[in-house]
C-alpha cells in the first residue's frame, strides 16, 4: 500500500494506482472526461491536471501513479487555472446547442462547463463541422461536431464488447469518430456507448427529442430477457416508458446492459400489445369485456374436466414469468387436480430427474476471475451477452477458455481450444476430455467410456480444467437442450468431480432458477412440456407462451393444439394464431410488480414503473380472479410481495442450491447417429427473439444480426457444392415440414452442420431444433 495526501487528507492505495482513484477513495472530486473506471487509461481529454508537490507542471490524475508521500492539490490556483486553460480548448469547436441536445441535463461538459467555463470565448473564428454518420438503427451519431475526442466509445469497443467498430480518423482538427468503411455499429452491446459519451456526441435514436431528463420519472427495475437479471433504471412520462438505462451492480450487470435490455421498451406500446380480453366467436378473436371471457375460461375447464378428467389439462408456462405468476400457476394447476405443469420448452431429455436447481454454480462477479473456463454448448453472445463480458474480461486476463459447439461461434473472446463437432458427436467428443483427464490423472477410464480416445485439444482442456484456483465448466442453453442431455451432464458431472473444477449452467430465461425453486414441474404421472405436444390434451393453459416460437418442435406443437377443444393463452401481446380460443392480457415486466431469481440465485423483486396499458392486468391478479372463482383455496393476495413471501417461505435457497443440481446417471456414450446425406441442424435462439418482448421491438429488428437470423447459415463445403452466391436461396426440409430460405456462407460451422436461428418467423415452420434435414438449392 501506498500513502499520499490530497488536499489535506491522509489515504492509502494499492501500488500502481493512479491520483484520480486515490482521490475517489476520499470523496474528492477531479473533474474528467475521458477516464472512466471500467476503461483503460487514455489521457486524452486533459480535463484532470492536478498540481503535484516537487513537479513545475500540472498532471493528469488519471494517468499518474501515485508514490509514497506525495501531495496533490486538486483545488489549487495552479489546478484551477489548467482545468480552466483545457475547458476553454474544449468549448473552441463545440456547438452552442444545449437547448436542443438530447444530453441537455445529463452532460458532464455541461455541467464542468459551469464551473470552469468562462462567460465568452477568445475563439472568433469559425467552428468545425463534423458531418453525421448513419451507424445503425440503435444509435445516433448525428452531431459529432459536439464530440470531444475522449475515445470512450473507441475503447469500450475493443475492451468490452470485444470488437472495434469505432475508431479516430484524421488528424488534428479533422480529427473525428468514425466506423470503418461506413460500417453500422452491430454490436450486442452498443447501447453502452450511450452513456459512456460525456457529451452529446453519441445518443439514443429511440429517445431522440422526445424527453428531457428532468421530465421523466425515475424506477428501478430487472431485465426480463435472461438469466443473469441486469439492474434497469427505467425512465417514464405519462404513464409510458420513454427509455431504460443500466443501474450500477458490481456484482451482477456491473453497469453494462445488452441492447435487447436497452431497447426493448419499444414494444411496450406497439401496436401488437393486448390491452382488452378476447373470445374466439365465429371463428374469429374479438375483444370482451373481462367478466365474459373469465366466465367463458371457467364453464370451459369445467366442462373439460367432467368430460375428461382434469389430467386432460396441461399448463405451460415462461421461465421469463415472475416467481409470483409461477407460483400461483402451480397452484391452479394442482388445484384443477392435473399433473402436467413445465417450463421446460425447449428441452427434449428428460430422462435425468431433476434433483436440486441447475444454477451457476458461482456468483457471476467471479466469471471474470476465472482461471479455466469449458463452455458446451453455448452461443454466448446470443444467449448472455454480458456473461459473454466477463469470460472477454477472464481472457484478457489469461484465463484459459474452451469451447465445444458445433460452430467455432465467434464469441469474440480468446478461445485457447475449441471441439467443433455435429450434435451428434457431443457425447463422444466430451467423453474424449473426462478420457484424457483420466489419464492425466493416472486412473482408469469410467466403464461406460471404454473405446474413446483422447486428443491434443482435449488434452489441453483437460490440463487447464486441472490446473489454477478457480475453474468452471458451464452447460449452456443447447447443451440442456440436446437430445442426450442427460450423458452430457452425466460426464460433466464426472469430469468436474475429478478435476475439482465448478460445474454450473447458463440458464436460459430470467426466471429459470426460480421456476425450479418453486418446483414448478409436472408432478408424477403429468406431462413435461415435451409430452404436452406429442401427445395431444383436451385443453391447454399457455402463459407468456409463444408455441411457434418458444418450444422445441414447433410443427409438433401447432399440430397438437389445432387438434385441443380449448386453448386459452395469457399474453401481454396478440396473436394470430387460429388454435388460440380465449385471449387474456397480462401486464408486462414495466407494469407489474414481481421477483425474478438470477443464474447465481439471487433473488430480486422489482415494482411497477406505470400501469397496465388499456384493460390489461398483471398476470398473479389474473391469476388470483381465476383461482377464486374456480373455488380454489389460498388465492386471496393483495399484493406481489405478499405471493412472493408465500412461494419462497419453505425454500431454503441456499440449500438447494449447495446441492448436486441434477441426479447422477451412467455414463455411456452417445447414441445418436446421422443417416447418409443428410446435414445436422444445430439452432441458437435469436438474440432479438428471445421472448415476446424483444420480438415486438421494431428498432431491434432493423439491426443486422436481427436480418441475418432469417437466414440459413451453410458450411463452406455446402455452400461450394450447391453452388451458391450469398444470399441464394435454398429448400430445407426437415422431416414433413421445409421452408425456403436465404443462403449464407459460414465457415466457422462443422462440415456437416447447417444453422438455422430458432424463434424466428422462418423457423417456427420446422421441427425439432436438433434433427436431421436435407439442403438443396431451391
Known amino acids: 500500500m501506498v500513502e499520499l495526501e490530497i488536499d489535506g487528507k491522509k489515504v492509502e492505495v494499492p501500488e500502481g494506482s493512479m491520483v484520480i482513484q486515490a482521490?475517489?477513495?476520499?470523496?474528492?472530486?477531479?473533474?474528467?472526461?475521458?477516464?472512466h473506471k471500467k476503461l483503460s487509461i487514455a489521457a486524452n481529454c486533459r480535463m484532470c491536471l492536478v498540481e503535484i508537490n516537487q513537479?513545475?507542471?500540472?498532471?493528469?490524475?488519471?494517468?499518474?501513479?501515485?508514490?509514497?508521500?506525495?501531495?496533490?492539490?486538486t483545488m489549487s490556483d495552479k489546478a484551477v487555472k489548467a482545468q480552466q486553460s483545457v475547458m476553454e480548448f474544449l468549448l473552441i469547436n463545440h456547438p452552442l446547442d444545449c437547448p436542443i441536445c438530447d444530453q441537455g441535463g445529463e452532460c458532464q461538459l455541461q455541467d464542468l462547463a459551469v464551473g470552469y467555463g468562462k462567460s465568452a470565448s477568445r475563439y472568433s473564428e469559425e467552428k468545425r463541422i463534423v458531418f453525421h454518420k448513419n451507424v445503425g438503427p440503435l444509435i445516433s451519431m448525428?452531431?459529432?461536431?459536439?464530440?470531444?475526442?475522449?475515445?470512450?466509445?473507441?475503447?469500450?469497443?475493443?475492451?468490452?464488447?470485444?470488437?472495434?467498430?469505432?475508431g479516430m480518423l484524421g488528424r488534428g482538427e479533422r480529427s473525428e469518430i468514425a466506423t470503418f468503411l461506413s460500417n453500422t455499429v452491430d454490436s450486442e452491446l452498443s447501447g453502452n456507448m450511450i452513456d459512456l459519451c460525456p457529451v452529446g456526441a453519441i445518443t439514443s435514436k429511440l429517445f431522440h427529442y422526445s424527453a428531457r431528463s428532468w421530465e421523466l420519472s425515475h424506477r428501478y427495475s430487472v431485465s426480463p430477457h435472461d438469466s443473469v437479471g441486469a439492474n434497469l433504471i427505467v425512465h417514464s412520462q405519462n404513464h409510458r416508458v420513454m427509455r431504460v438505462l443500466p443501474l450500477e451492480n458490481e456484482e451482477i450487470n456491473e453497469c453494462w446492459i445488452s441492447d435487447k435490455d436497452r431497447f426493448s421498451y419499444e414494444a411496450l406500446n406497439s401496436t401488437e400489445r393486448l390491452t382488452q380480453p378476447m373470445l374466439r366467436q365465429g371463428g374469429k378473436l374479438c375483444e370482451v369485456d373481462w367478466d365474459t371471457a373469465l366466465s367463458c375460461v371457467i364453464s370451459n375447464l369445467k366442462n373439460i374436466q367432467t368430460a375428461h378428467g382434469s389430467n386432460a389439462i396441461a399448463t405451460i408456462v415462461s421461465p421469463h414469468s415472475t416467481l409470483e405468476e409461477l407460483f400461483l400457476l402451480k397452484r391452479l394447476t394442482r388445484g384443477l387436480g392435473s399433473a402436467n405443469l413445465d417450463f421446460r420448452l425447449r428441452q427434449t431429455d428428460f430422462s435425468m430427474p431433476a434433483q436440486g436447481v441447475p444454477w451457476l454454480g458461482i456468483p457471476l462477479e467471479m466469471l471474470s476471475i476465472v482461471d479455466s473456463a469449458f463452455v458446451i454448448g453455448s452461443f454466448l453472445r446470443c444467449d448472455h451477452p454480458l456473461i459473454a463480458v466477463r469470460l472477454r474480461q477472464a481472457a484478457a486476463s489469461g484465463s484459459k477458455v474452451s469451447l465445444l459447439h458445433a460452430s467455432a461461434d465467434d464469441s469474440l473472446i480468446n478461445i485457447v481450444d475449441k471441439i467443433v463437432v455435429p450434435p451428434?458427436?457431443?457425447?463422444?467428443?466430451?467423453?474424449?476430455?473426462?478420457?484424457?483427464?483420466?489419464?492425466?490423472?493416472?486412473?482408469?477410464?469410467?466403464?461406460?467410456?471404454?473405446?474413446?480416445r483422447s486428443n491434443a485439444t482435449t488434452k489441453n482442456i483437460s490440463i487447464s480444467l486441472s490446473n489454477g484456483k478457480r475453474r468452471?465448466?458451464?452447460?449452456?442453453?443447447?447443451?440442456?437442450?440436446?437430445?442426450?442431455f442427460s450423458k452430457l451432464y452425466s460426464i460433466a458431472q464426472w469430469i468436474a468431480k475429478t478435476s475439482g473444477a465448478t460445474l454450473g449452467f447458463l440458464p436460459e430465461a430470467a426466471n429459470t432458477v426460480g421456476a425450479y425453486l418453486i418446483g414448478a414441474l409436472p408432478d408424477e404421472g403429468g406431462a413435461n412440456a415435451a409430452q404436452a405436444f406429442s401427445s395431444p390434451y383436451r385443453s391447454y393453459i399457455l402463459f407468456n407462451v409463444e408455441p411457434q416460437f418458444d418450444v422445441a418442435n414447433p410443427w409438433q406443437a401447432r399440430t397438437a393444439l389445432a387438434g385441443a377443444d380449448m386453448i386459452i393463452a395469457l399474453s401481454s401481446f396478440k396473436t394470430s394464431a387460429d388454435y388460440i380460443d380465449v385471449l387474456l392480457p397480462i401486464a408486462p415486466f414495466t407494469?407489474?410488480?414481481?421477483?425474478?431469481?438470477?443464474?447465481?440465485?439471487?433473488?430480486?423483486?422489482?415494482?411497477?414503473?406505470?400501469?397496465?396499458?388499456?384493460?390489461?392486468?398483471?398476470?398473479?391478479?389474473?391469476?388470483?380472479?381465476?383461482?377464486?372463482?374456480?373455488?380454489?383455496?389460498?388465492?386471496?393476495?393483495?399484493?406481489?410481495e405478499e405471493i412472493a413471501t408465500a412461494a419462497l417461505g419453505g425454500v431454503n435457497i441456499k440449500s438447494c442450491l449447495s446441492n448436486t443440481?441434477?441426479?447422477?446417471?451412467?455414463?455411456?456414450?452417445?447414441?445418436?447417429?446421422?443417416?447418409?446425406?443428410?446435414?445436422?441442424?444445430?439452432?441458437?435462439?435469436?438474440?432479438?427473439?428471445?421472448?415476446?418482448?424483444?420480438?415486438r421491438a421494431s428498432s431491434l429488428h432493423m439491426t443486422k444480426v436481427a436480418k441475418a437470423s432469417l437466414h440459413v447459415f451453410l458450411p463452406t463445403v455446402l455452400f461450394k457444392q450447391l453452388r451458391l452466391k450469398e444470399g441464394d436461396a435454398v429448400r430445407v426440409r426437415q422431416g414433413e415440414a421445409s421452408v425456403v430460405l436465404a443462403a449464407t456462407r459460414d465457415e466457422r460451422l462443422h462440415d456437416g452442420v447447417v444453422r438455422i436461428p430458432a424463434a424466428t418467423s422462418v423457423s417456427a415452420e420446422l421441427g425439432s431444433l436438433f434433427g436431421n434435414l436435407l439442403v438443396e438449392k431451391a
Open 23 to 35: 482521490a475517489h477513495k476520499v470523496n474528492t472530486y477531479i473533474p474528467h472526461f475521458c477516464y
Open 661 to 695: 443440481p441434477m441426479r447422477c446417471v451412467p455414463l455411456t456414450r452417445g447414441a445418436l447417429t446421422r443417416p447418409i446425406g443428410t446435414l445436422e441442424r444445430i439452432s441458437d435462439v435469436s438474440i432479438y427473439d428471445a421472448d415476446a418482448l424483444v420480438r
Open 55 to 73: 513537479i513545475p507542471k500540472a498532471l493528469p490524475a488519471c494517468a499518474t501513479p501515485v508514490s509514497s508521500g506525495m501531495v496533490v492539490r
Open 424 to 452: 451428434s458427436a457431443w457425447v463422444d467428443a466430451l467423453a474424449s476430455v473426462a478420457v484424457a483427464l483420466a489419464e492425466i490423472h493416472g486412473i482408469s477410464i469410467p466403464v461406460g467410456l471404454t473405446g474413446v
Open 472 to 484: 468452471v465448466i458451464l452447460l449452456g442453453a443447447s447443451a440442456v437442450n440436446h437430445p442426450e
Open 142 to 166: 448525428e452531431e459529432m461536431t459536439r464530440c470531444i475526442h475522449c475515445t470512450r466509445c473507441v475503447r469500450f469497443g475493443q475492451e468490452v464488447s470485444g470488437i472495434m467498430e469505432l
Open 591 to 640: 407494469e407489474t410488480a414481481g421477483t425474478f431469481i438470477n443464474a447465481e440465485g439471487k433473488v430480486q423483486p422489482f415494482g411497477s414503473i406505470v400501469r397496465p396499458l388499456g384493460k390489461s392486468k398483471p398476470g398473479w391478479k389474473v391469476l388470483s380472479m381465476l383461482g377464486n372463482l374456480l373455488g380454489l383455496p389460498d388465492f386471496d393476495y393483495a399484493s406481489a
